[in-house]
């Protein structure tokens, strides 16, 4: 048996969705990011399957990536193993009849899909395991924290959100987080940060977006492994990386247009989430977002 426990911060398409592809056997993403799990997918692949809610997909390097609406319909009427190195995508987003795109129900039920869907890894673990899965991963906890603060004001038959709600919910996420890394499974977390620049020392702070001043720590105490999520530019092209530790001042891209003082963007020194590695030491500050090249066997395998 196996599981790693890793947190992926950062920025929006910074790489977090895309790195999960890098995981080398059955994926399992419960998905709350609008249009995240599209980062994984040619959209040229799309392929309807005959069945309610379930599209099958294409990445790049060519792995099944099949989107459902139910993770717990999933196992009660779907039969099947997962192919080998298949993405299972469940979807939480739902097309906006008004607006253009897609959104994040806001719904009691939407959470209470989610817990049902959860409670398939702990209630039929021995067949989870059989059917293939082997790494699940929430994308990401800051679109998955209002659909939870909506779930406990309907659990206290209120419309109005009071101070009592917001401490229920903190509690409601911290309860997902410890539940998923008590699991068999790898289990990997993604999180959305903000960029704040200091004017007067130069230097940034990068914040998590979930509510809660002491949720962040609290969090961030559950997981082996943080990484920090990094778009690098050089004069050859574009990459993604991790930076993996706070030994010495990490730089991050501020990116054109958010700085005045510099319109064509420009590296500054990170200060922020405390990033870093309890299964690692001696890494390099930034190393390639691939899962199975920094975890080999450890990585669970069923």
């Known amino acids: ?47 309807e399957v005959g ?8 990445t790049e390097t060519g792995r099944p990536l099949t ?5 717990k319909n999933w196992m009660e009427q779907n039969g099947r193993a997962l192919l080998p190195k298949e993405m299972l ?12 795109g897609q959104y994040t129900q806001f719904d009691a039920a939407l959470m ?18 059989e059917r293939g899965i082997c790494h699940v991963c929430i994308d990401s ?33 911290d309860e997902i987080v410890q539940s998923s890394v008590a699991l068999p499974f790898d289990f990997i977390m993604s999180a959305h940060t903000q960029v704040e620049k200091d004017e007067l020392s130069g230097r940034v702070r990068e914040n998590l977006l979930i509510f809660g001043k002491s949720l962040p720590n609290v969090l961030l105490a559950k997981f082996d492994d943080i990484f920090l999520s990094i778009v690098q530019r050089s004069t050859t092209g574009m990459s993604y990386v ?51 090249k920094l975890y080999g066997e450890r990585l669970f395998n069923g």
């Open 1 to 47: 048996m196996g599981g790693i426990n890793d947190l992926i911060v950062g920025e929006s398409k910074s790489g977090k969705t895309k790195s999960f592809e890098t995981l080398p056997r059955g994926v399992l993403i419960f998905s709350f990011d609008i249009g995240g799990w599209h980062a994984l997918a040619r959209t040229t692949d799309k392929r």
């Open 141 to 173: 906890l800051t679109s998955m924290q209002r659909p939870v603060l909506e779930y406990i004001k309907a659990m206290n038959v209120r419309l109005i959100t009071v101070v009592q709600d917001w401490g229920q919910a903190i509690d409601k996420v």
């Open 67 to 71: 989107v459902i609406k139910s993770f």
């Open 112 to 129: 209470t899909s989610f817990i049902y869907d959860h409670n398939q890894l702990w209630g039929k673990q021995k067949e989870c395991i």
């Open 242 to 292: 991790w930076g993996t530790n706070r030994s010495g001042p990490l730089q991050v891209y501020i990116p054109k247009g958010m700085d005045k003082d510099s319109p064509q963007g420009q590296m500054w020194q990170y200060d922020g989430i405390p990033i870093g590695t309890r299964n690692f030491t001696n890494l390099p500050p930034r190393i390639e977002q691939n899962f199975e």
């Open 89 to 100: 995508v469940v979807d939480y987003t739902v097309s906006d009849p008004i607006a253009l």
């Open 51 to 58: 069945k309610e809610e379930e599209s099958v997909w294409l």
